[in-house]
């Protein structure tokens, strides 16, 4: 054992020394955190205002989880990219046509946008028929796509 170290640490030295005293590169194969963690890890981004950090680890947990495509919609949404976050937001449509969220929030976008109106009115109805408990919510968008819809009409 003890004329084990010292070859051991011979190699080490001499791997640090001809390789321009680098370690060697680690290489992962498998990511070691989870889509949950992921989302945590974005979400804790999104707080400072590193939206950027946000969306690669969103994208990262997008890879295992439909949920994933709300935060997206959202990070962009923050950043006023609102190409990428309708995009996120109807892919995440596509993949989890249960989460209502997504089209409240898609709908809003539209309503920010003051475009496809009719478009987002439905999909704030629909928002309220797949969520009940989230109703109140989901009828504020509503009330408000209505009301610009009105003074557009004027």
């Known amino acids: 054992m003890n004329r084990i170290f010292p070859a051991l640490l011979f190699a080490l030295c001499s791997l640090l020394i001809f390789s321009g005293c680098s370690l060697p590169r680690l290489i992962i194969l498998k990511d070691p955190l989870t889509p949950e963690e992921h989302v945590n890890l974005g979400v804790a981004y999104e707080k400072q205002g590193d939206f950027d950090n946000a969306i690669k680890e969103y994208r990262l947990a997008a890879k295992k989880s439909p949920q994933a495509y709300l935060y997206l919609g959202n990070a962009y949404f923050q950043k006023k990219d609102g190409k990428e976050a309708e995009e996120y937001y109807q892919k995440g449509i596509q993949k989890e046509p249960g989460n209502a969220d997504l089209y409240n929030n898609l709908a809003w976008l539209y309503y920010t946008r003051k475009?496809?109106?009719?478009?987002?009115?439905?999909?704030?109805?629909?928002?309220?028929?797949?969520?009940?408990?989230?109703e109140e919510i989901y009828r504020d968008t509503l009330y408000k796509i209505r009301e610009l819809k009105e003074k557009v009409m004027k």
């Open 115 to 134: 475009e496809n109106l009719d478009r987002a009115e439905k999909l704030a109805q629909k928002a309220i028929e797949l969520n009940p408990a989230k």
